[in-house]
């Protein structure tokens, strides 16, 4: 039994075991200075967010202002349309051939409807 499988334990008696304490740094992030990197990033972070809040707004109100014009011009456009439609009505009556034989008659005069025209 040369070869033994028991334990072999070696030992060296120039090593020492060194038991240096390790000293932790605790850091409070309430107490952590920011970098001049960090204060810039959020000075153009906060502008930026401020002038897209703005422009968000103000192109919110433009809109607003855009539709409410247009909202004007269509009902300037409908009513025109109603005038124009209205005054077609009254043109087509004053012109009609029986409006005119009726005048005629309370004038004493006749009317040959071979000698009246209609020009539109």
Do not use: C, H
């Amino acid at each position: 039994m040369a070869d033994s499988s028991a334990r072999r334990i070696e030992f060296e008696p120039n090593r020492q075991v060194k038991s240096e304490k390790v000293r932790r740094i605790v850091i409070n992030p309430r107490q952590v200075r920011w970098t001049g990197l960090e204060r810039t990033l959020v000075v153009i972070g906060s502008a930026v967010t401020l002038g897209m809040m703005t422009f968000l707004v103000s192109s919110s109100i433009s809109a607003t202002s855009a539709q409410y014009n247009l909202s004007n011009v269509e009902q300037s456009i409908n009513k025109k349309q109603n005038e124009i439609t209205s005054l077609n009505q009254e043109i087509g009556e004053l012109t009609s051939n029986s409006r005119l034989k009726r005048i005629a008659r309370s004038k004493g005069l006749t009317l040959n409807d071979k000698n009246i025209r209609t020009i539109r």
